[in-house]
């Protein structure tokens, strides 16, 4: 079992910055890869970023070059840092683990962004 805590959500304006953490504790040697989902009111969730225990990343075309994932060591934590972020990026964002054979999620974290 895995555990996920997302932490770092907030109100911001359009065009500014914040940053997201996910600390995961438990069978964290299991995890294949990780990262971010996004769920905006009505609409189905979505993949933000993620990045391999390889290191490989990968993004929504929506948030390339305006988004980083990124993690400290090998697997924990990892980092989404969301800049030049836009009214369209309000969502509830969700931390994400993959093993073999499991998907574990986050309680996940608004993110407001004000026009």
């Known amino acids: 079992q895995v555990q996920l805590v997302e932490s770092g959500g907030g109100l911001v304006q359009a065009g500014g910055s914040l940053r997201l953490s996910c600390a995961a504790s438990?069978?964290?040697?299991?995890?294949?890869?990780m990262g971010w989902y996004r769920q905006a009111p009505g609409k189905q969730r979505e993949l933000v970023a993620a990045?391999?225990?390889?290191?490989?990343?990968n993004y929504a075309d929506s948030v390339k070059g305006r988004f980083t994932i990124s993690r400290d060591n090998a697997k924990n934590p990892v980092y989404l840092q969301m800049n030049s972020l836009k009214p369209e990026d309000t969502a509830v964002y969700y931390c994400?683990?993959?093993?073999?054979?499991?998907?574990?999620w986050g309680q996940g974290t608004q993110v407001t962004v004000s026009s």
């Open positions: 990045i391999t225990s390889g290191g490989t990343t």
């Open positions: 994400n683990a993959q093993d073999d054979l499991h998907d574990y």
């Open positions: 438990g069978s964290i040697f299991s995890i294949n890869a």
